[in-house]
Nanobody, 122 residues
Framework: VELVESGGGSVQRGGSLKLSCAVS????????MSWFRQAPGKKREGVAA???????TYADFVNGRFTISQDNAKNTLYLQMNNLKPEDTAMYYC?????????????????WGEGTQVTVSS
């Protein structure tokens, strides 16, 4: 399985970006996929997760600013990010093939993309 993220960039505080993650194989029903991020010097942390039944989980810091979605026909996962803050600056990764139940734990996923950089300036 190959995961390829895109859509990152540089924006000012309050700006928006929409990240995409193209998946090389079909996103099966019930398959959970998640977005993670990692800032320099910090641990990778979960951002949002969605499963095949549409159940969505967000990290507390999202606070209504981000929306995760997927298009099964296009084998693509999305993350719409609004009202971005400088503390959102990080490399953002998508992940697939959940092992276990912790959908926002970086140790729970088998497949990862290379990441897309998001930089938010003040």
């Amino acid at each position: 399985v190959e995961l390829v993220e895109s859509g990152g960039g540089s924006v000012q505080r309050g700006g928006s970006l929409k990240l995409s993650c193209a998946v090389s194989e079909s996103i099966d029903n019930g398959e959970c996929m998640s977005w993670f991020r990692q800032a320099p010097g910090k641990k990778r942390e979960g951002v949002a997760a969605i499963d095949g039944d549409g159940r969505i989980t967000y990290a507390d810091f999202v606070n209504g600013r981000f929306t995760i979605s997927q298009d099964n026909a296009k084998n693509t996962l999305y993350l719409q990010m609004n009202n971005l803050k400088p503390e959102d600056t990080a490399m953002y990764y998508c992940a697939a093939d959940l092992r276990g139940t912790r959908v926002l734990s970086p140790t729970s996923f088998r497949y990862w993309g290379e990441g897309t950089q998001v930089t938010v300036s003040s």
